[in-house]
């Protein structure tokens, strides 16, 4: 069968790729992920995530009063206080005994005790802006003066420090502007073709492809033989990878899933060194009890799983995880609770 790049191209499509994202590429130029090497992996919470009722300040008498029906109070709350009773409090606000999580984050709570997590309130910037829009282009350009910017603070990062900086989307829909540079980061909307791969029909795909890309060819079909064989051979490493016993029990979910995949490629030595998830579902501006403390949960469980992953592969010291919301919401609850 005759390579060209309309085949070439129509293959990797089928295998759910964009025309060989640089992250493949990197790694058949020999670049793997060192032993020590540090990672980041940011979480986004889509919506506009109540931190008032995540991070709660029950003994606080307003939060109590404006909030009648959605307050969670002290006897609910999972109370911050470290493993030594010692307090987080700097004096100027609520000490870590006056802040309680949401009761359904107990696995949150647990890594919390260990001193594993740490919360960060008040995070934001001057004249913040109440649109989901904004807000989040905001937090991915790490630009606030600036409203038309293309380019967001991790591809930046990406462009300026290549080759030795990598990162993958494992992501829903497009690529977030956090990860827009110069350098294409490519995304990995649905794990289904990994798993496809795998198949005994899989198998059948990638012999075939394989088997296309076997003979040397001449002049610029020479050029994309040589991608397609660098992209074939990394996908060999996602199919090991997606295949390698998880030490760990994950939750059904799908930020678990996405934490699970997140976890099996750091631990495979796959040379991303930034991972970018998210969660949706925080626009909770009806009936937020019930459906905010089920995201809260989901949120809790699912990250716990992945430290403890993280632990037993002997990578949790080098593994950083940033969760983000575009902003908070109000104090007093609305008539629709």
Same mark, same amino acid.
């Given at each position: 069968?005759?390579?060209?790049?309309?085949?070439?191209?129509?293959?990797?499509?089928?295998?759910?790729?964009s025309p060989v994202p640089r992250v493949f590429l990197r790694a058949a130029e020999s670049l793997v992920a060192a032993p020590d090497?540090? /990672?980041? /992996?940011?979480?986004?919470?889509?919506?506009?995530?109540?931190?008032?009722?995540?991070?709660?300040?029950?003994?606080?008498?307003?939060?109590?009063?404006?909030?009648?029906?959605?307050?969670?109070?002290?006897?609910?709350?999972?109370?911050?206080?470290?493993?030594?009773?010692?307090?987080?409090?700097?004096?100027?606000?609520?000490?870590?005994?006056?802040?309680?999580?949401?009761?359904?984050?107990?696995?949150?709570?647990?890594?919390?005790?260990?001193?594993?997590?740490?919360?960060?309130?008040?995070?934001?910037? %001057?004249? %913040?802006? $109440?649109?989901?829009?904004?807000?989040?282009?905001?937090?991915?350009?790490?630009?606030?003066?600036?409203?038309?910017?293309?380019?967001?603070?991790?591809?930046?990062?990406?462009?300026?420090?290549?080759?030795?900086?990598?990162?993958?989307?494992?992501?829903?829909?497009?690529?977030?502007?956090?990860?827009?540079?110069? &350098?294409?980061?490519?995304?990995?909307?649905?794990?289904?073709?990994? +798993?496809?791969?795998?198949?005994? $029909?899989?198998?059948?795909?990638?012999?075939?492809?394989?088997?296309?890309?076997?003979?040397?060819?001449?002049?610029? /079909?020479?050029?994309?033989?040589?991608?397609?064989?660098?992209?074939?051979?990394?996908?060999?490493?996602?199919?090991?990878?997606?295949?390698? %016993?998880?030490?760990?029990?994950? %939750? @059904?979910?799908?930020?678990?899933?996405?934490?699970?995949?997140?976890?099996?490629?750091?631990?495979?030595?796959?040379?991303?060194?930034?991972?970018?998830?998210?969660? $949706?579902?925080? +626009?909770?501006?009806?009936?937020?009890?019930?459906?905010?403390?089920?995201?809260?949960?989901?949120?809790?469980?699912?990250?716990?799983?992945?430290?403890?992953?993280?632990?037993?592969?002997?990578?949790? @010291?080098?593994?950083?995880?940033?969760?983000?919301?575009?902003?908070?919401? $109000? &104090? @007093?609850?609305?008539?629709?609770?």
């Amino acid at each position: 069968m005759e390579m060209t790049r309309r085949k070439f191209l129509g293959a990797t499509a089928l295998l759910g790729l964009s025309p060989v994202p640089r992250v493949f590429l990197r790694a058949a130029e020999s670049l793997v992920a060192a032993p020590d090497q540090r /990672v980041l /992996v940011v979480l986004q919470l889509s919506g506009g995530n109540d931190g008032l009722n995540m991070v709660i300040p029950f003994e606080d008498p307003i939060y109590q009063r404006k909030r009648p029906t959605l307050a969670i109070s002290k006897g609910v709350a999972l109370p911050l206080v470290l493993g030594d009773g010692a307090s987080g409090g700097s004096g100027k606000g609520p000490g870590a005994a006056e802040l309680g999580f949401h009761p359904s984050m107990t696995g949150l709570l647990d890594l919390y005790r260990e001193g594993v997590v740490a919360v960060l309130q008040g995070v934001g910037y %001057p004249n %913040p802006s $109440r649109s989901h829009f904004r807000s989040m282009d905001i937090w991915h350009t790490a630009r606030p003066e600036v409203e038309d910017i293309s380019t967001g603070w991790l591809g930046r990062a990406v462009s300026r420090n290549r080759p030795h900086l990598e990162a993958l989307d494992i992501g829903d829909e497009r690529l977030p502007l956090a990860l827009s540079g110069e &350098v294409q980061v490519p995304t990995l909307q649905n794990l289904d073709w990994v +798993d496809f791969l795998a198949t005994d $029909r899989g198998r059948a795909v990638r012999r075939r492809l394989q088997a296309i890309n076997a003979v040397e060819r001449g002049g610029e /079909v020479e050029h994309v033989r040589r991608l397609a064989s660098a992209t074939l051979a990394e996908l060999e490493t996602l199919v090991k990878v997606r295949q390698e %016993p998880v030490p760990v029990n994950y %939750p @059904e979910s799908h930020l678990a899933d996405r934490l699970k995949w997140a976890g099996q490629l750091i631990g495979g030595g796959f040379p991303s060194r930034i991972y970018y998830v998210s969660q $949706r579902g925080f +626009d909770t501006h009806a009936h937020e009890k019930d459906a905010h403390g089920h995201l809260l949960g989901a949120v809790s469980q699912a990250i716990a799983a992945f430290h403890h992953h993280l632990k037993a592969l002997g990578a949790a @010291e080098r593994v950083v995880l940033m969760v983000f919301s575009e902003f908070g919401r $109000r &104090v @007093e609850e609305n008539g629709s609770f």
